[in-house]
């Protein structure tokens, strides 16, 4: 198995996907979807908060960092993650009946610290409908998965699982044709096509975000993706927010 390059397999995609689909029950694929999206998301960002926590507590007695001062993730592009929102602690309540309620509030306190994600990530991991159980399984399960990719080489290891997942999510819900996700060699001939390496690009159905993800994976890029007018007027988003 490859894991040289953004296209290789990471090697834990089909696992999240296993224990992803167990948790649909009576649930449509469009709704589950979210629970594992939403998860992968967080795992994501508290990763990348930890590595720079990790990275500044090291450097504390040298050069007098603070690994818990907001200002040295905003200057790195890294959301600030509240203490009560980090994976570890997701993770070690992974097994009590209140996990969804945990979740959704550990998504609330990263949006009210970082507003550019307001209105943004899921906060009904606590309805009743969930099954709690296997909710933990899956949070389980995230927690040993590398999103830095730091074994694997991989240049976006959120995005890669993410287009994995729509693609397996588009399969369930019967919409294999494009209706719904669009086929990678697709989108791939339309990225070199348009050669959105520069400048704004202006995507008012922008959909899943496969353009975006394969845009990214293609080349450097230093373009924008915009994908509504707001954002489009909108020329004062910090560094890193939208740009990659």
Same mark, same amino acid.
């Given at each position: #198995?490859?894991?040289?390059?953004?296209?290789?397999?990471?090697?834990?995609?089909?696992?999240?996907?296993?224990?992803?689909?167990? #948790?649909?029950? !009576?649930?449509?694929?469009?709704?589950?979807? !979210?629970?594992?999206?939403?998860?992968?998301?967080?795992?994501?960002?508290?990763?990348?908060?930890?590595?720079?926590?990790?990275?500044?507590?090291?450097?504390? =007695?040298?050069?007098?960092?603070?690994?818990?001062?907001?200002?040295?993730?905003?200057?790195?592009?890294?959301?600030?993650?509240? %203490?009560?929102?980090?994976?570890?602690?997701? @993770?070690?309540?992974?097994?009590?009946?209140?996990?969804? %309620?945990?979740?959704?509030?550990?998504?609330?306190?990263?949006?009210?610290?970082?507003?550019?994600?307001?209105?943004?990530?899921? %906060?009904?991991?606590?309805?009743?409908?969930?099954?709690?159980?296997?909710?933990?399984?899956?949070?389980?399960?995230?927690?040993?998965?590398?999103? @830095?990719?730091?074994?694997?080489?991989?240049?976006?290891?959120?995005?890669?699982?993410?287009?994995?997942?729509? %693609?397996?999510?588009?399969?369930?819900?019967?919409?294999?044709?494009?209706?719904?996700?669009?086929? @990678?060699?697709?989108?791939?001939?339309?990225? =070199?096509?348009?050669?959105?390496?520069?400048?704004?690009?202006?995507?008012?159905?922008?959909?899943?975000?496969?353009?975006?993800? @394969?845009?990214?994976?293609?080349?450097?890029?230093?373009?924008?993706?915009?994908?509504?007018?707001?954002?489009?007027?909108?020329?004062?988003?910090?560094?890193?927010?939208?740009?990659?």
């Amino acid at each position: #198995m490859s894991k040289t390059n953004n296209g290789a397999n990471l090697g834990f995609e089909n696992k999240l996907w296993e224990m992803a689909d167990k #948790m649909r029950g !009576h649930m449509d694929s469009g709704e589950y979807k !979210h629970v594992a999206l939403g998860l992968i998301f967080l795992k994501y960002i508290s990763d990348a908060f930890q590595a720079r926590h990790d990275a500044l507590k090291a450097a504390a =007695k040298s050069d007098y960092t603070d690994p818990e001062d907001r200002d040295e993730y905003a200057a790195a592009n890294i959301f600030w993650v509240p %203490k009560d929102a980090r994976w570890e602690k997701i @993770q070690a309540e992974a097994k009590q009946p209140t996990i969804g %309620k945990i979740i959704d509030d550990a998504m609330a306190a990263i949006e009210k610290e970082n507003p550019i994600l307001k209105g943004v990530l899921p %906060k009904d991991y606590s309805r009743p409908a969930l099954d709690k159980h296997r909710l933990g399984e899956l949070v389980d399960i995230i927690g040993n998965v590398d999103l @830095q990719a730091k074994k694997s080489g991989v240049k976006d290891p959120l995005g890669r699982v993410y287009e994995y997942f729509l %693609k397996k999510f588009a399969s369930a819900e019967g919409k294999g044709g494009g209706e719904f996700y669009t086929p @990678q060699c697709v989108v791939q001939l339309l990225v =070199k096509m348009i050669e959105p390496y520069k400048g704004r690009v202006f995507d008012p159905c922008c959909g899943s975000g496969g353009m975006f993800v @394969q845009s990214v994976s293609s080349k450097n890029t230093a373009a924008v993706w915009v994908t509504s007018p707001s954002m489009a007027r909108n020329q004062t988003r910090p560094p890193g927010s939208w740009r990659r």
